[in-house]
């Protein structure tokens, strides 16, 4: 028997058996990435992000192509009316498929100037979209349709659909990639992962605490401006080693799951890392879902996986 999981830490225990088994769902797909669950059909809708498509799995259909081409989808998300809210590398924006199945475009642009390419989003309980803004839809090949970086910089956006006003929450990253909320919204992940592509780059995942500073909207102070943040004293969370924390999720216990390239790596709230579920692609991102709500989809290489946990992991209240 392939051994799957690792444990360092007796915490894990309670998270997933040590027996547990690694079952792979799918294949086909160029590079899986961006899982994202719907309960009501029990289903997992995920990217070929190199294959440009959309992809979709159900115990009952199988696999089918749910778009094509779909503009280098990267990190899908459910938003509070249960829409699948996307970031589209092709497009350079955030983008939402509408209940009667039309896609539209929520934003592209900050302060009049063209995102990078959108690669992974998170919806907060207010309704925001906070995404991250990497270059790699502009300068890898198989990520996007290319053209010239416009914003000085990659950062993290908060994104309000109801106002749509952007503003950018974290300025201080190479190559913001993966983020997630903890359960009580008072922290923010974000994994930095730009040891992709730059030697001696970050591989690891930040924390920041959420706050919101008011700011009269009106000034042309750049003291007041400065006072516009909802996020504050970062630090580093984990280094992740082998390869890089490209999607994670916390579960409703405060613990960090963090693609990899050997496994998917389990942290404990306070940066203790308790294991390891192995996996034999490089893992890419990941979501929970399942009826009981303890089973952890997982996309990797070609393939999307499932492993069924010890406990209920994620709060369902969509």
């Known amino acids: 028997m392939v051994k799957t999981i ?12 040590p027996d547990a088994s690694l079952q792979k769902l799918a294949n086909g797909a160029i590079h899986s990435e961006g899982p994202v669950y719907f309960h009501e059909d029990n289903s997992v809708v995920w990217s070929d992000a190199h294959g440009n498509r959309l992809l979709r799995w159900s115990p009952t259909d ?15 998300y459910r938003d509070l009316e249960g829409r699948l809210v996307a970031c589209s590398s092709g497009l350079r924006a955030i983008i939402r498929r509408e209940h009667n199945g039309e896609w539209k475009v929520l934003v592209d642009r900050y302060q009049g100037k063209r995102l990078n390419s959108p690669n992974d989003l998170v919806v907060k309980s207010d309704r925001t979209i906070w995404f991250t803004d990497p270059p790699y839809g502009i300068t890898e090949p198989n990520q996007g349709y290319g053209g010239e970086q ?67 909207r009106t000034s042309t102070s750049l003291s007041d401006r400065r006072r516009h ?74 393939s999307l996986y499932v492993i069924d946990l010890n406990t209920v992991v994620y709060n369902n209240d969509l």
Not at 62 to 76: C, E, T
Not at 230 to 246: H, L, S, T, W
Request: with cysteine.
């Open 229 to 302: 943040r909802y996020v504050k004293n970062g630090r580093v969370f984990a280094i992740i080693d082998p390869g890089q924390p490209d999607g994670f999720r916390v579960d409703k216990y405060g613990n960090v799951f963090t693609s990899s390239q050997d496994s998917v790596q389990i942290y404990a709230p306070d940066g203790t890392q308790l294991g390891k579920i192995l996996v034999p692609e490089t893992s890419t991102n990941l979501t929970f879902g399942g009826k009981e709500s303890n089973r952890l989809f997982i996309t990797a290489g070609h």
């Open 62 to 76: 199988d696999v089918s192509v749910l778009r094509d081409p779909s503009d280098y989808q990267s990190g899908n």
């Open 150 to 216: 416009e914003q000085p910089g990659s950062y993290v956006y908060r994104f309000d659909p109801a106002t749509s006003e952007i503003y950018p929450v974290v300025t201080d990253m190479m190559r913001p990639n993966g983020l997630a909320f903890s359960p009580d919204e008072s922290l923010l992940y974000v994994s930095d992962t730009a040891a992709f592509n730059i030697p001696g780059g970050p591989h690891d995942i930040c924390v920041y605490e959420v706050v919101s500073v008011g700011v009269d």
């Open 6 to 17: 690792e444990i360092y830490d007796d915490r894990l225990r309670a998270i997933v058996s």
